[in-house]
Nanobody, 126 residues
Framework: QVQLVESGGGLVQAGGSLRLSCAAS????????MGWFRQAPGKEREAVAT????????YYADSVKGRFTISRDNTKNTVYLQMNSLKPEDTAVYYC???????????????????WGRGTQVTVSS
């Protein structure tokens, strides 16, 4: 199991940007698919973006396509989420997650991920 710690959340005005980081422990970071999820009050946790082992394939929720970019640096055991053109509806707790799957499923769900960070709050004001 890998330990994950998120950072970079905060309060930003609509149209602004934030960059989330997630540092992972352990020496097998590159063996995990990494993902960012978010959960707003009263809503289910949803996949925002995922990135495969060497970054060769990425997934984005329709709601963030063209605005968010996921990336990873396997030499630093870190995954990033660059969030631009933020909207009030992006307000949520953002979680970093790691998956040990060996193939890419048709749909990413929280059940695909076995390790989770504690989350970081992102608040976008209008």
């Amino acid at each position: 199991q890998v330990q994950l710690v998120e950072s970079g959340g905060g309060l930003v005005q609509a149209g602004g940007s934030l960059r989330l980081s997630c540092a992972a422990s352990g020496r097998t970071f590159s063996s995990y698919v990494m993902g960012w999820f978010r959960q707003a009050p009263g809503k289910e946790r949803e996949a925002v973006a995922t990135i495969t082992w060497t970054g060769g394939s990425t997934y984005y929720a329709d709601s963030v396509k063209g605005r968010f970019t996921i990336s990873r640096d396997n030499t630093k055991n870190t995954v990033y989420l660059q969030m631009n053109s933020l909207k009030p509806e992006d307000t949520a707790v953002y979680y970093c997650a790691a998956s040990s799957v060996k193939w890419v499923p048709r749909t990413w769900t929280p059940e695909n991920f076995g390790s989770w960070g504690r989350g970081t709050q992102v608040t976008v004001s209008s």
